[in-house]
């Protein structure tokens, strides 16, 4: 029979154990440590020293504060589904999983907002008031486990944050849980603007830098009247390209836009949710117009002219709600599906004027061929975030490091047409370098003086988002300071 | 006081003609400088700030001076920084609808330029005339559309920010979605200038609507359970307003010439789905109810007249006859009703001149009012005691400096106070950016 109590001598195991009340709400061996030693991005890997299960804020509280003190590093993860490693314990964290907190404290439809706590699944939230017709409207493709913690951490985006926006533009409040362990709410009651500097801006999208969320209000919406999907396909990918490019500058604002290159379709139609795609046109585009049903045909009958204007092949609106269903399931875990046609894949994030579509899809070719690396593109062809899918396969030695490279390179083609490295999977330990595509040493400064602001001993989830040499780059901006006095 | 060797320093920075000393120094509205200075590049700006920082000067920053009346706890600080000369159109990416700005710009004019492309910066300030785009951000200024719209924070997607030691830094980017390292962008928005000088702002851009209609749904009654009651069931149709605004019966007369409860229920579509809407507001109308539609050209007209109701601090006389105060309140909401209804009986109870409005679908409203001092005091203080009874907050936009004095125009300071201090310090550590412009005295 297994022993009970926690067999370790290590005092700070038995002090974190005694604040989640017991060996139930902790792991420390190594066979259990190493679940938690990557998320998503599986490139890099490090055993944390343990991972607790907190309950409620004040445990949360009370974790951080026992670290705080003993000068423990630290770090929150949710569903472990980030793509960039942010939930990684690069310096042997104690993880606080905050899987256990995932309570939907209180929906207010009038008012139109709901509480939760960070462990709350995304895809719960719309499906707990999908009846009474509201639905949350950041859509991740990980929905169906990613925590809403997670996303404001990230700030998560999706296929339908083209209309809608991504998780900061549904956020009104936040608990958070600040890296000495004091427990500060911003944006009481879900009120927008509240009067100081806008924190819940800053909080969202830090990649659990700068603080723990505990609670989360956020915004719900009234689902729309009517919805169409088209799915274009289409010979030439220029043409498709051109095809957004139009949809754009035309000034419709789809509700969703998203587009697939040849190797992407080989893959989902490999995979678990085929729709019978053809294998010889170079790309496709989903499109979805939403809102007022009076005035979404005519939208729809634009898109159609747009297309055959770009010489599109086949171009039809879903009939079905079934079909509509079937098209997004496809789109939705075209990330997964890669998997179908390669043994690994890396996931890329790159975002670009929209109009410069044609341009650097022609250089992730390149690059492609480059690398000697397959590369699929999935991806918010609306607001030009690019996912390149770096195909490889990481038991041929040196290929892992081919595609991270390719990644890398993908990223520059990003950043040299006035684009950015992440549109919303994150820096974390993945695109610490790349920062400097788009950033001043200077301008990372700055960033680092605000997390010093909240975060003074960088204990919490320390290495992430900034490059290595950050150091000196801090004493430089401090030196200056001192100077300026 | 100020000596002729302080010009001397400044004009080797700038042109003689972009120096003007104040024979004044002072405003009724205060935030004014012993010397104007008037930058027209970046460099400029930030060789203003380096002077300024290294010879511990304090400088205070003006667009187009709307909002002087709004926070600041210095009559008159050494420099004031106007950006009227710093203006014009830095790039506008068209088929991207991004468009890049110098800060300066006046935001009427920025929409004219960008109505020729059919499209817009998706923000509805008041006095958009006068007010420059930078402060517009930088007062994060937002008005009933931002429940179909968003605000600047929705907007915005990057930003130049000259700092207190000149150096300028980036945040965000030019493309829409963007979420490498912080998002700084959202520190400087609604800043009131205290943490840099915005230079460049990169606005995302909606295209302009195909068709508008306003529709005007008075209550005569007076009851504001049937107001509500339609709101309730209104919200939770399928129908998509850009604004579903309460106005007070004092604002609606004003406007409409009807004085009563009044719903402006704004929708902004193709033709088809706009109309459709209508119809499904009349069908939904309560008894005892009149209402109006104001179609395309009357719409706009209705909302030009509406962005010049609140007092306005670049005005040539702006104290006029009586003292005049703006008021942001936000609430949870529906609970728009009972501030605006405070608004109406506050009228009688305290003998001031009330006009109100508020977004029963985002939780903002506005409130003016004008009276003798006193009175107009009396009733800032009510309304805030009522705003915070409904666990919602006062901060008051406008106001004659000889009463900022008395009363703390934004309020109590929240528990993590030392948070925003704490940014201050790290970015203007010798405080010398819009010094006590903001709240706690930041
Ligand atoms: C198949 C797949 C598809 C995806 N599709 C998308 C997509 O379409 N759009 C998109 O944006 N992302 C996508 N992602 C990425 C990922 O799902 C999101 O970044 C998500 O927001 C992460 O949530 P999580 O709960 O898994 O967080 P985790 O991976 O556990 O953590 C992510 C980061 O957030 C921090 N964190 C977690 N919880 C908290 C908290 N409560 N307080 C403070 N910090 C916290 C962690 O420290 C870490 O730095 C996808 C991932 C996968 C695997
Ligand atoms: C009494 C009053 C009430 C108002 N009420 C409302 C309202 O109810 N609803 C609404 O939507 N709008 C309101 N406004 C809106 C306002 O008029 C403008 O929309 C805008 O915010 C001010 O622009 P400005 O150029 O006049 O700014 P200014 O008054 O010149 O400056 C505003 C603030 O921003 C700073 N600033 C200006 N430019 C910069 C820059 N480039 N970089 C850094 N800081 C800068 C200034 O120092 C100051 O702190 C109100 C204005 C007034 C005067």
New binding site residues.
């Given amino acids: 029979m297994r022993k009970k109590g926690i067999q370790t001598n290590d005092p700070h195991i038995q002090a974190l154990a005694r604040i989640v009340g017991g060996e139930k709400s902790i792991l420390y061996k190594k066979e259990d440590l190493i679940a938690y030693d990557c998320?998503?991005f599986t490139v890099h890997r490090h055993l944390p020293k343990a991972v607790v299960f907190p309950k409620n804020t004040e445990e949360v509280a009370a974790i951080v504060k026992y670290c705080h003190e003993h000068d423990l590093p630290f770090?929150?993860?949710?569903?472990?589904?980030?793509?960039s490693g942010?939930?990684i314990p690069l310096n042997g964290e104690v993880i606080i999983s905050?899987v256990r907190m995932k309570r939907l404290i209180s929906v207010d439809l009038e008012n139109r907002r709901a509480v939760v706590e960070?462990g709350f699944v995304n895809l719960k939230l719309t499906n707990s008031i999908s009846d009474r017709g509201y639905y949350y409207a950041p859509d991740?493709?990980?929905q169906y486990c990613?925590?809403i913690?997670?996303?404001?951490?990230?700030n998560?985006?999706?296929?339908h944050c083209l209309k809608y926006g991504v998780t900061t533009n549904h956020i009104l409040g936040l608990e958070v849980v600040l890296p000495n362990g004091e427990i500060i709410e911003i944006g009481k009651n879900g009120i927008p603007d509240p009067p100081g500097y806008d924190l819940i801006g800053l909080l969202t999208g830090s990649?659990?830098t700068l603080?723990?969320?505990?609670k989360i209000t956020v915004r719900i919406l009234k689902n729309p009247e009517a919805k169409q999907t088209v799915l274009a396909y289409f010979d030439r990918v220029e043409d498709a390209s051109q095809a957004v490019s139009d949809i754009i500058s035309e000034g419709m604002v789809p509700a969703a836009l998203e587009m697939m290159d040849q190797t992407a379709i080989e893959g989902v139609e490999a995979a678990a949710f085929p729709v019978g795609h053809p294998k010889d046109i170079e790309a496709l585009l989903l499109i979805e117009v939403d809102g007022i049903s009076a005035g979404i045909s005519e939208q729809i009958e634009e898109i159609l002219r747009i297309c055959r204007n770009r010489n599109v092949r086949e171009v039809k609106v879903a009939q079905t709600e079934e079909e509509r269903a079937r098209w997004w399931a496809n789109r939705k875990t075209g990330?997964?599906a890669m998997g179908a046609i390669s043994p690994d894949y890396l996931v890329q994030d790159g975002v670009i004027p929209r109009s410069k579509l044609p341009e650097v899809l022609k250089n992730i070719q390149q690059i492609s061929k480059k690398y000697g690396l397959r590369i699929a593109n999935i991806f918010h062809a609306g607001d030009g975030n690019l996912h390149p899918l770096v195909l490889f396969d990481a038991s041929k030695p040196g290929e892992t490091e081919k595609a991270l490279a390719a990644g890398s390179e993908c990223l520059q083609a990003c950043a040299a047409v006035g684009g950015s490295i992440t549109g919303?999977?994150?820096v974390?330990i993945e695109k610490k370098e790349e920062m400097r595509f788009i950033f001043s040493d200077e301008e990372i400064a700055a960033q680092i003086d605000i997390r010093d602001v909240f975060n003074p001993k960088n204990l919490l989830?320390a290495g992430?988002l900034f490059p290595t040499p950050g150091r000196c780059v801090e004493v430089k901006r401090e030196k200056k300071q001192r100077q300026s006095l | 006081m100020l000596s002729l060797e302080w010009k001397d320093e400044l004009t080797a920075i700038l042109s003689e003609k972009q120096v003007q000393i104040e024979e004044h120094g002072s405003h009724p509205l205060g935030n004014s400088g012993h010397v104007t200075v008037y930058p027209q590049s970046e460099e400029e700006i930030s060789n203003i700030l380096r002077y300024a920082n290294t010879h511990g000067k304090r400088v205070c920053i003006v667009g187009g001076g709307t909002k002087r009346g709004f926070g600041g706890q210095l009559e008159c600080a050494d420099i004031l920084l106007s950006l009227a000369n710093y203006s014009g159109i830095v790039e506008h990416a068209a088929a991207d609808m991004t468009v890049t700005v110098k800060s300066g710009t006046v935001f009427q004019q920025l929409q004219d330029y960008l109505a020729e492309y059919r499209q817009k910066v998706a923000l509805d300030p008041v006095w958009p005339q006068y007010a420059t785009i930078g402060g517009v951000i930088s007062a994060n200024d937002s008005g009933p559309k931002r429940l179909g719209y968003g605000s600047a924070r929705d907007s915005v997607i990057g930003l130049r920010i000259v700092y207190p030691d000149g150096t300028v830094i980036r945040s965000g980017g030019k493309v829409v979605k963007n979420v490498a390292g912080y998002d700084m962008n959202k520190l400087f928005i609604g800043a009131m200038g205290t943490l840099g000088v915005i230079s460049e702002i990169t606005l995302k851009l909606r295209p302009l609507p195909k068709y508008e209609s306003l529709v005007l749904l008075s209550f005569p009654s007076g009851n504001l359970e049937e107001v509500r009651s339609f709101a309730v069931q209104f919200l939770d149709s399928m129908m998509e307003p850009v604004c579903f605004e309460l106005l007070s019966p004092s604002l609606s007369e004003r406007l409409i010439g009807q004085r009563a409860y009044t719903l402006a229920i704004g929708f902004e579509d193709v033709e088809s789905a706009v109309h459709y809407q209508e119809e499904f507001v009349k069908r939904l109308q309560p008894p005892n109810t009149t209402i109006r539609i104001l179609p395309q050209e009357e719409a706009k007209s209705f909302w030009q007249t509406f962005y010049t109701i609140g007092p306005n601090g670049a005005a040539p006389d702006p104290l006029g006859q009586e003292i005049e105060a703006a008021v942001k309140i936000g609430v949870v909401n529906l609970d728009v009703l009972h501030i605006v209804r405070e608004s109406d009986l506050l009228q009688e109870s305290c003998h001031v001149h009330i006009e109100a409005h508020g977004g029963l679908g985002h939780g903002l409203c506005q409130v003016y009012i004008k009276g003798e001092s006193e009175s107009v005091a009396t009733a800032i203080e009510r309304l805030r005691t009522a705003a915070s009874g409904l666990g919602g907050y006062a901060v008051v936009k406008h106001l004659p400096f000889s009463l900022r004095k008395r009363i703390d125009v934004w309020g109590e300071n929240p528990s993590y106070f030392f948070l925003l201090d704490g940014i201050k310090r790290k970015i203007d550590p010798n405080r010398i950016l819009n010094n006590q412009r903001f709240i706690g005295g930041i």
């Fill in positions: 998320d998503g770090l929150a993860r949710g569903a472990g589904t980030g793509l942010g939930a905050l960070p991740p493709s990980s990613c925590t913690g997670g996303n404001v951490a990230e998560a985006g999706g296929a990649e659990g603080g723990i969320v505990t990330f997964g919303e999977h994150g974390g989830n992430k």
